[in-house]
């Protein structure tokens, strides 16, 4: 907003400097000559579109009501003595009125938005609330003095001022309209990306043909005017769409000076009116969904900006409890994906509730600082997490790296921390703040909880402070791996079988029942492996299941197409494939000697297990659903 309203709060006006004011008097000079002589439609001060009313808003904002004096001296120059060769200059009480309309409309609407809003408009509420209580008002006295002028001075009947009123309260809204907006977009202006100007260049470029079109025989083509500004106005922003929208505007006025083209109607004053209709409409809706786009996006990012505040302890800036429990989860699975290895750390500040009760609870807080600066100069990997896990415990998450290189970082943690050199007396015999760490490590992250590592690296940090504090302790827990003879796959102790849940089902007994039997079939061909079985008995259980699989999948697909699954012919594409995938690494395991492990990584885990827990879940509330119209629509008795 320019000013704040009147009465309660006042603030002084951005100042209008000398340069300033000569160049929005230039523009509004400008603005008058077209309005009077391109816009014009051979009618005294009949025009859809008069950019001069909204020139005069803009400087009566920045200036006061004073400037409207001037600027009715300004329209009345211009107006007299500024003409096309040839054309002769209008009546003196007709330059008068169109002075007189802009000086008041343009001063109005800077009153009217003063009061009526404490900032600009920002949302499509504000637009209409700004229609109605600031464009509207000022455009019916801007609009009233001309109508009144050319019907009082015999210039038209009486009986067809009411078009000519209604023509010119559309074109003072529409310039109200167009000339604030761009306004605000120039006051903060931001350079526009390459992508955004593209965009402009094209949508100036598609305005321009449907234009041509329109006013050549093609009228309906005037209307793709308005959807390609409002693409626009989702992939520019405010300034972008406004330098698309006004050379728009302003083609589609001067173009129905040549001839009213699509907005031809039995008199001159009801095809003004239309046209000046259109153009308003289209202003508006543009304006409206650029607004609406913009609180979206807005939201967006305080939406993002708060969940990363959420994320965050308030007062070490580490991340908190509740997103150390979602990385670490998301690290065991990665680590079960990849059979890779993850740490975890536990760093405890050392007899921290005799520091507070010592030096106070600032000082405790200003040593949680320090200490969280000191983690996070360690540990800065981009992969690693740091957060604070409650009051003065710390943990780390570290991907990737082993028990050695876990213990050498905590160790390296324990130094950063002694070397702050923060006087503790209260911890003896170090004297100053030390920390306790311990580590835990997990291999391939196989029915691994975060409640389970948790508390691994936490029990190495009870052993690491009953040994005597300052010290690091690493868990000797690990989750063992074990190596069959067909390969070389690593397969934690615990992974013997893939167990089966009540929440995989579907509701349909037949898929259920042919899902329960793959899973058992794959936990046989895992036994096997594990077993270290001779070839031709693993195969021969390939084989089986390959037949299962087959069964179920046309079973399946003879379902989802019989209850009307809309993504069925992509389900049994998948299928296909699936079944294509299979059937290869098969005739490889038993023809080209490929080793048993790549062969059940795909068929029991790609085809079986993630197929049936990630596609297939897709349409169980589909299925459900159905099943419950069903048993809510009993058939209805049969007819002999």
Same mark, same amino acid.
């Given at each position: ?36 002589? +391109? ?146 977009? *120039? ?12 965009? $402009? ?28 500004? $409002? ?17 728009? $505007? ?29 153009? *308003? ?96 100069? +360690? ?7 740091? !957060? ?13 790296? !082993? ?31 030390? +920390? ?54 690593? $397969? ?99 023809? !080209? ?8 990584? +795909? ?38």
């Amino acid at each position: 907003m320019d000013r704040p309203p009147t009465g309660k709060t006042t603030a002084l006006r951005p100042p209008a400097d000398a340069a300033w004011l000569f160049t929005a008097l230039a523009a509004y000079c400008a603005a008058a000559w077209l309005d009077a002589n +391109v816009f014009a439609l051979n009618v005294h001060n009949l025009t859809p579109l008069r950019l001069g009313a909204g020139v005069a808003m803009v400087v009566c904002l920045r200036t006061g009501w004073q400037s409207m004096p001037l600027i009715a001296a300004l329209s009345l120059s211009m107006t007299l003595l500024v003409q096309p060769a040839g054309h002769a200059a209008p009546p003196l009480s007709c330059a008068l009125s169109a002075a007189v309309s802009d000086a008041l409309a343009g001063g109005m609407a800077a009153l009217l938005l003063q009061h009526a809003f404490t900032a600009p408009p920002a949302s499509v509420p504000d637009l209409f609330r700004a229609v109605g209580r600031v464009c509207l008002p000022a455009a019916v006295a801007g609009g009233g003095v001309i109508a009144l002028q050319q019907a009082a001075g015999g210039y038209m009947p009486w009986n067809q001022a009411g078009h000519l009123f209604a023509t010119l309260v559309m074109a003072v809204c529409l310039g109200l309209l167009l000339v604030y907006p761009l306004y605000r977009a *120039c006051a903060a202006y931001r350079e526009l990306t390459g992508r955004e100007c593209r965009w $402009v260049g094209g949508v100036l470029g598609g305005n321009l043909l449907f234009l041509l079109l329109s006013f050549n025989g093609y009228g309906g083509c005037i209307y793709f005017i308005m959807p390609l500004l $409002v693409l626009l106005a989702y992939h520019a922003r405010l300034h972008g769409l406004m330098l698309a929208l006004v050379p728009s $505007v302003m083609a589609v006025a001067y173009g129905a000076t040549m001839g009213f083209g699509p907005f031809q109607m039995p008199t001159t004053g009801e095809a003004a009116f239309l046209l000046a209709t259109f153009l *308003c409409s289209t202003t508006m809706v543009t304006l409206g969904v650029a607004l609406h786009n913009r609180q979206l996006l807005n939201a967006d990012s305080s939406r993002e900006m708060w969940e990363q505040k959420a994320q965050r302890d308030p007062l070490t800036g580490l991340f908190n409890r509740s997103r150390l429990d979602c990385a670490l989860e998301a690290e065991l699975r990665r680590a079960q994906r990849s059979e890779d290895v993850l740490s975890l750390l536990m760093v405890d500040v050392d007899n921290f509730k005799a520091y507070n009760d010592i030096h106070g609870h600032l000082a405790g807080d200003a040593c949680l600082r320090a200490v969280a600066h000191a983690l996070r100069t +360690v540990v800065h990997r981009a992969p690693d997490l740091v !957060a604070r896990y409650g009051g003065e415990e710390f943990a780390c998450v570290l991907p990737g790296t !082993a028990e050695t290189g876990a213990a050498q970082l905590a160790d390296r943690i324990r130094r950063a921390v002694a070397e702050l050199c923060i006087t503790h007396p209260g911890n003896t015999p170090a004297a100053h703040v030390t +920390v306790s760490v311990g580590v835990a490590t997990v291999r391939g992250g196989h029915d691994t909880t975060p409640h389970q590592i948790i508390d691994m690296a936490d029990r190495a940090l009870y052993r690491a402070k009953a040994s005597g504090r300052n010290r690091v302790d690493t868990a000797s827990e690990t989750l063992p791996l074990l190596s069959c003879q067909h390969g070389g796959l690593r $397969v934690p102790g615990e992974l013997l079988r893939l167990a089966w849940s009540s929440t995989y089902e579907c509701g349909e007994a037949r898929i259920d029942a042919q899902h329960r039997q793959l899973f058992e079939m794959v936990n046989r061909l895992l036994a096997a492996f594990l077993d270290n079985a001779p070839r031709p008995a693993c195969l021969a259980i390939i084989h089986e299941l390959l037949t299962a699989l087959a069964e179920h999948f046309h079973d399946e697909e003879a379902v989802l197409r019989s209850r009307g699954y809309p993504d069925a012919e992509h389900h049994a594409e998948l299928h296909a494939t699936l079944l294509e995938a299979a059937g290869n690494l098969a005739a490889r395991y038993e023809h !080209a000697g490929l080793p048993l492990d790549a062969a059940l990584r +795909v068929i029991a885990h790609e085809v079986v297990a993630r197929h049936m827990l990630d596609d297939d879940t897709k349409f169980h509330p589909y299925m459900q659903a159905t099943s419950e119209q069903r048993a809510a629509c009993p058939p209805g008795p049969r007819i002999r």
